[in-house]
């Protein structure tokens, strides 16, 4: 349960809330809870400060941080705390229908691929969670995949594992099988030999944020997906909202890389005899990046709540 804008933060260092778009819809509301305590600008800045540095990549985060400013610095302190409140709640609110569009958008795109081989499923590789446990409902990448399922339109998911926090496996597989969608758990090495075998025909990925120039950043391994899509005529496609859109960050080297701990890599947990037991399993140093960057020229396009586009359209 959070309470204060401190455990906004925490919650979002921690990665107890992890996805661009709900990491901004947690620091809006974390904001929101520091301004109904004090809505002084001593106090905004503050909590904005805290917030904002609690993780560095995600854009959402700023964003949200930003419209929740917007919202408030006309009004006096008293007033300030019930109008984040209600700027967090639209925030929220905005989120599934973006999503919502999203899905329609990728639904056509799938529609499209499947019709060119109908005899057998549609056969989709996601990396990460892009799911509506990383928003506030639908997803991004997972949006068009759940409507598909919903329309009767045979899909198939190859859900990456996503080392060393497994979120495809944990959260990715646990959203597909609750929705009824067919899909099998990969080690992150797999889709390579997959794609060389005929067997993905389209990539799907969220982000965390998009540069002007139409470089992705988005979960490390996601730039090894991209090459070996591009080697395969596989099409490579991101899904995202507007807001995680960037226009003021030129390209992908000027996007703030997240190092997390070691550790993540180095202990290993899994069942003990008295429940869970962590394990180390290497004494050796690790270096545990949590994203890297996909140039623009390896995506085939960019679903959004306003359609499909190419890199190039992002920004007109």
């Not at 229908?97 to 996601?126: F, K, M, W």
């Not at 067919?182 to 969220?206: C, F, K, S």
Request: aromatic share 6%.
């Amino acid at each position: 349960e959070l309470r204060t804008a401190a455990d906004g933060a925490r919650a979002i260092r921690e990665m107890w809330t992890r996805g661009a778009p709900l990491i901004g819809a947690t620091a809006a509301y974390g904001f929101a809870m520091a301004l109904a305590e004090d809505g002084s600008d001593a106090a905004m800045d503050a909590a904005y400060a805290l917030l904002a540095e609690a993780r560095p990549t995600a854009v959402n985060l700023r964003w949200a941080l930003d419209e929740v400013v917007k919202a408030v610095r006309p009004l006096p302190p008293a007033l300030r705390g019930e109008a984040a409140f209600a700027r967090a709640d639209a925030i929220c609110d905005e989120d599934v229908a973006l999503n919502r569009a999203i899905g329609a958008h990728g639904l056509e795109l799938l529609r499209d691929l499947h019709a060119r081989n109908p005899s057998r499923p549609l056969n989709v590789l996601t990396h990460c969670n892009p799911g509506w446990l990383a928003t506030v409902d639908y997803g991004t990448a997972t949006a068009p995949i759940y409507l598909a399922q919903d329309e009767g339109l045979p899909v198939h998911v190859w859900v990456d594992e996503t080392r060393p926090r497994n979120q495809g496996a944990l959260l990715t597989a646990f959203e597909l099988a609750g929705h009824g969608v067919p899909h099998t758990v990969i080690a992150d090495n797999t889709g390579g030999l997959l794609m060389q075998r005929g067997e993905v025909d389209l990539v799907v990925v969220g982000t965390d944020r998009v540069t002007a120039n139409g470089d992705v950043c988005n979960k490390i391994g996601t730039y090894l997906k991209a090459l070996a899509a591009h080697d395969n005529n596989v099409p490579f496609y991101v899904a995202l909202p507007y807001t995680t859109f960037d226009p003021a960050t030129p390209t992908g080297a000027d996007v703030p890389i997240e190092e997390r701990h070691p550790d993540e890599l180095a202990l290993l947990t899994g069942p003990g005899a008295d429940g869970h037991a962590t394990v180390r399993v290497t004494a050796s140093p690790a270096y545990n990046p949590a994203f890297d960057v996909t140039p623009a020229r390896l995506v085939t396009g960019f679903i959004t709540e306003r359609g499909l586009l190419t890199p190039s359209a992002l920004g007109a």
